[in-house]
């Protein structure tokens, strides 16, 4: 990325009233890449792009954009625009009004103007809506509207505080497509807010997982997911189960622990002698989680478990087990039920390459 670096942030630092919420962040942004900022509420990710949009200013450090220092610019000299969960559309103007109004104030002509506004409904898909009122959209439309306002004055950058937060779940879904598509045909920097992991795994090139202030790891959706390297990154991006043994701290995904009978003492193909199911049997006993095909048990990889609680939810099959030590464990699948119930003692297990090492900070 060295050689395409499009934004950086150098060191910043931000202190409110209620104490220090950026201590020292840096990082570099490729031209035309999507990246997420993923944290909880209060973690710094709307302050940190106020800073860039220029809504706030840092204690320290610099915001560096195509080589230039544009820290000390006010917001309307950046070339960054910000697209809010509120859309903060004009309800006494119509559709294309709302859309090229940036331009209006560019003095940029009437013609123009139109021929512009028309271009970008159709890169939003609400072509032959120019001249509707605002009330007259339903919540999607308006936050194409916004998005089509934001990407007239062809920003370099584009800022999203959790721009489809107000949506419902099957449009913030259509709308993650949208954007996503948008972006890669334009061309356009999209740097992201959400709290959302689903939505950040599914629309980022990156995701810049942020907690208490600062960045806990930057990666592809891949390498956050599958590879983490805290235990507050395993536990927020997917649930992971944080399994403490020997002095270590590992992450098991709740889809990678198996169940097993205590009684049968099954172990599934490649766990070495003392096989005593195939891994087709194994497959059909009641009280697997997940695909026999995905996991081996060895030994010292096997768990006497009591059950706590099981439900469903989203489709999922989720069971919670207590280890003897205490620790929770939780498997899931989709979609199959499983004859355990409340207090039954049972074994889990997992393949050990299913247990990535991570830094215990205290989740």
């Not at 544009?70 to 859309?99: C, G, S, W």
């Not at 990156?206 to 930057?218: C, S």
């Amino acid at each position: 990325m060295a050689d395409n670096i499009h934004l950086s942030l150098k060191g910043i630092r931000k202190s409110f009233k209620s104490g220090e919420v950026l201590k020292g962040i840096d990082l570099d942004i490729a031209q035309g890449e999507f990246i997420t900022l993923l944290g909880a509420s209060g973690c710094g990710k709307t302050t940190t792009i106020r800073i860039i949009a220029g809504l706030d200013m840092p204690d320290e450090g610099r915001v560096i954009l195509d080589g230039a220092d544009i820290t000390d610019l006010p917001p309307e000299k950046r070339n960054v625009n910000t697209i809010f969960q509120n859309y903060a559309l004009f309800p006494h103007m119509n559709v294309a009004d709302n859309i090229s109004y940036g331009l209006k104030i560019r003095k940029v002509s009437k013609a123009e103007r139109r021929a512009k506004a028309e271009e970008m409904l159709r890169l939003v898909r609400l072509e032959g809506r120019g001249d509707r009122k605002v009330s007259e959209l339903s919540g999607g439309q308006k936050q194409r509207v916004a998005i089509a306002r934001a990407l007239i004055n062809e920003p370099k950058v584009l800022l999203l505080d959790e721009p489809l937060g107000a949506l419902d779940l099957k449009l913030r879904r259509q709308m993650q497509l949208e954007l996503k598509r948008m972006q890669k045909q334009l061309g356009i920097t999209f740097i992201y807010i959400t709290h959302d992991q689903e939505e950040a795994i599914n629309m980022s090139d990156r995701i810049a997982v942020m907690h208490k202030g600062l960045f806990e790891q930057i990666g592809t959706p891949d390498e956050i997911y599958y590879r983490p390297k805290t235990s507050y990154v395993a536990n927020f991006v997917g649930n992971a189960n944080i399994i403490r043994e020997n002095g270590k701290t590992y992450a098991v995904r709740s889809e990678n622990v198996v169940i097993l009978e205590k009684e049968a003492a099954v172990h599934f193909e490649g766990a070495g002698p003392g096989i005593t199911e195939s891994a087709q049997e194994a497959e059909s006993v009641p009280e697997t989680a997940v695909p026999a095909q995905k996991l081996t048990i060895k030994d010292g990889s096997e768990y006497d478990a009591k059950v706590l609680e099981k439900s469903f939810a989203g489709g999922q099959l989720r069971i919670e087990f207590e280890l003897k030590d205490g620790q929770h464990v939780v498997a899931s699948r989709s979609g199959l039920n499983s004859v355990l119930t409340a207090g039954q003692m049972t074994r889990i297990g997992w393949r050990a390459e299913h247990a990535v090492e991570v830094i215990d900070d205290g989740i």
